[in-house]
């Protein structure tokens, strides 16, 4: 703050197609066995589990949890109404459920793998919820467009109020530094730097990068798996929604 400045925002949106998907389905059976209502379950879902996993697990991963609730005996109280014996000694069966949770991280294959759980006899089946993981490459495409909005803005300020831009004071991604209440904070150390009379550009980044040694993408494959393949008439649409991204940057100039 210890010269004029202009701090400008630069502020982009576009609209990309969701790249991930995901539902889940329930399985039941019930038997007086435990044991024999978790294998009659399991075995329902089996051909289901190994055709999704042929699909390769950078595509498509599924989640599975067991739970088991007792059936009641249950009786006719005076009044006629049903009531249920919670005891354990008044077991009839056991009712074994599997939650069936799919991520599908390609959404070549969502319309495939719905079909197919469908396909299974499913107690219950949800429906298919989208999500939007931005690559590096956008969210590097993102920022340069905002840094370049900021500059665009500063330029346009300057001219329009008769300054004159010189050089960058400031690079900020996380646009924080464009808030008055930053700018402010800075005004207090003002008098500190002009003692030593040093200016120095400050340049704040943030970057992603994908993990060392990761294993090449598994090549889609749509031969029959143990359970079949769906047939294409069988497949239901399933369109990916636009969803929005925002980026924000901060340029900080000095003014002649």
Avoid: W
């Amino acid at each position: 703050m210890r010269t004029p400045i202009i701090a400008a925002t630069g502020e982009v949106q576009t609209h990309v197609p969701a790249n991930r998907a995901a539902f889940s389905a329930q399985f039941s059976a019930v038997d007086a066995s435990v044991a024999v209502a978790t294998r009659n379950v399991t075995e329902q879902v089996r051909s289901l589990a190994l055709t999704l996993q042929a699909y390769g697990s950078d595509k498509v991963q599924v989640e599975t949890g067991l739970s088991i609730t007792p059936i009641y005996q249950q009786y006719r109280d005076k009044q006629g109404e049903v009531q249920t014996n919670e005891q354990a000694d008044r077991i009839e069966k056991y009712q074994a459920t599997l939650g069936f949770n799919v991520q599908v991280r390609d959404i070549a294959v969502l319309e495939r793998a719905y079909a197919a759980t469908i396909s299974a006899h499913p107690t219950s089946i949800a429906r298919v919820y989208f999500s939007l993981e931005p690559s590096n490459e956008t969210n590097t495409e993102l920022f340069a467009a905002a840094f370049a909005d900021a500059s665009r803005r500063a330029k346009l300020a300057a001219e329009a109020t008769g300054a004159h831009l010189s050089k960058v004071m400031l690079i900020d991604p996380t646009s924080r530094a464009c808030e008055t209440e930053v700018l402010v904070a800075g005004a207090a150390n003002s008098s500190a730097d002009d003692a030593g009379g040093v200016q120095e550009v400050i340049v704040t980044a943030q970057k992603r990068s994908a993990p060392q040694g990761a294993p090449p993408p598994v090549p889609l494959r749509l031969a029959p798996a143990p359970g079949g393949e769906v047939a294409p008439t069988d497949l239901l649409p399933q369109q990916p929604p636009l969803e929005s991204l925002e980026r924000r940057a901060c340029v900080i100039y000095g003014l002649d």
